[in-house]
């Protein structure tokens, strides 16, 4: 029997979960599903990416749209275009069994006369990035006004990218009486500023242990290197393992660039995702990617959001990011549904006190 079944959730659900192998529920999904099956309560949830959130919240939405009412009645906001595909890919997955639910993604960075047409039939769910939702809503396409959840998925990062103007915007919008269900990473002081303006204070929390937020299954090791040297070390990692595919993560485009030109010189079957190329450049990669007929991905962290494939045996960090929940994302892009993997860092002598600050903070341990 699924598992998911014990939480409440219903036999069709269950029966899409188990043609994806998805049998186990996660920490954050077995301390959110029932609450919020059973709750028409906000709620905040505190855990990383790749801790299993997105069905933490999306079964529960499922569970409660009402297929008769053919009018908007959750919106999921994120941060990044990739990030609300991979969510709307899932949620089309987890219904096949089900009555059909319709769920639209509307996103920046393609023109809006193409999103349009799609949102003028019957729509019970739109995941958005939120400066698209607010140029639909003032072009009268979309009516949030009977809209009775609201998603915030990975809220810390929406609000580093600037977007606090437009959640007080969208969230001003809709019903007195709509429920907030919060996820992130982390609370920076902006967002426990949102929190006390929008959310109830007695809002039951969620917080994944941080000692569990990586799998244990992931080897973690570093090599000590000068940045000119960086690309020879990789190029030798790659040659003695050739049978293996993973995602290469930097910090800026113009490293994620730069590397993919001289990876591309040398022979190696690579691709990059970053915000210069068009959305669909991205999707044709990212289809490429998970087909796997190619073997590896450069991205920065932002673009990586959206990046969920199976099988990885790798990751490299060709450079360290900037914030530690980064390191412990892109880390759980490898060993996944049981499996190993590596997480390899390439690191400067003075990094070295990073490399100690996650040992300690994550309970990892890396070897050289």
């Known amino acids: 029997m699924n598992q998911f079944s014990g939480l409440g959730i219903s036999n069709k659900l269950c029966k899409a979960l188990d043609e994806l192998n998805i049998k186990q529920p996660t920490e954050i999904q077995e301390q959110a599903i029932p609450y919020l099956l059973e709750n028409n309560l906000d709620f905040i949830g505190q855990a990383q990416t790749g801790t299993g959130k997105t069905l933490a919240f999306a079964l529960p939405l499922l569970e ?79 009516d949030l006004s009977r809209v009775n959840t609201v998603v915030l998925d990975e809220a810390d990062e929406m609000l580093s990218l600037g977007f606090k103007k437009d959640l007080n915007q969208i969230l001003s919008w809709t019903l007195s009486n709509r ?93 990059a995702i970053h915000g210069d190329k068009l959305q669909k450049e991205r999707t044709k990669i990212m289809r490429a990617f998970k087909s796997k007929k190619l073997k590896y991905v450069i991205a920065t962290d932002l673009m990586a959001r959206g990046i969920d494939v199976d099988d990885l045996e790798f990751v490299i960090h060709y450079e360290l990011p900037d914030r530690i929940d980064y390191y412990t994302h892109r880390s759980g892009r490898t060993a996944r549904a049981g499996k190993e993997g590596i997480s390899l860092a ?19 341990k890396f070897s050289i």
Request: glycine letters at 4%.
């Open 179 to 271: 429920k907030i269900w919060m996820f992130s990473a982390t609370f920076p002081p902006n967002l426990n500023d949102l929190v006390k303006k929008y959310i109830s204070s007695n809002t039951y929390k969620v917080k994944v242990d941080p000692n569990t937020k990586l799998n244990r299954g992931i080897q973690h090791r570093y090599f000590m290197c000068s940045d000119s040297e960086k690309l020879e070390y990789l190029v030798y990692f790659l040659q003695n393992n050739k049978n293996t595919r993973g995602i290469i993560f930097c910090r800026t485009k113009e490293t994620v660039k730069q590397l993919e030109q001289q990876m591309q010189n040398r022979g190696f079957d690579v691709d």
């Open 346 to 364: 390439l690191i400067k002598e003075a990094e070295l006190k990073t490399i100690k600050y996650y040992e300690k903070n994550l309970g990892i």
């Open 64 to 142: 409660k749209i009402e297929i008769n009412k053919k009018y908007i009645q959750a919106v999921i906001l994120v941060p990044t275009r990739e990030l609300g595909m991979q969510i709307s890919k899932q949620i089309f997955k987890c219904t096949k069994f089900s009555e059909k639910i319709f769920v639209e993604t509307v996103y920046g960075g393609k023109n809006v006369d193409t999103q349009i047409p799609r949102l003028l039939r019957p729509t019970h769910i739109i995941v958005a990035t939120p400066g698209r939702l607010i140029e639909l809503v003032d072009k009268k396409i979309i």
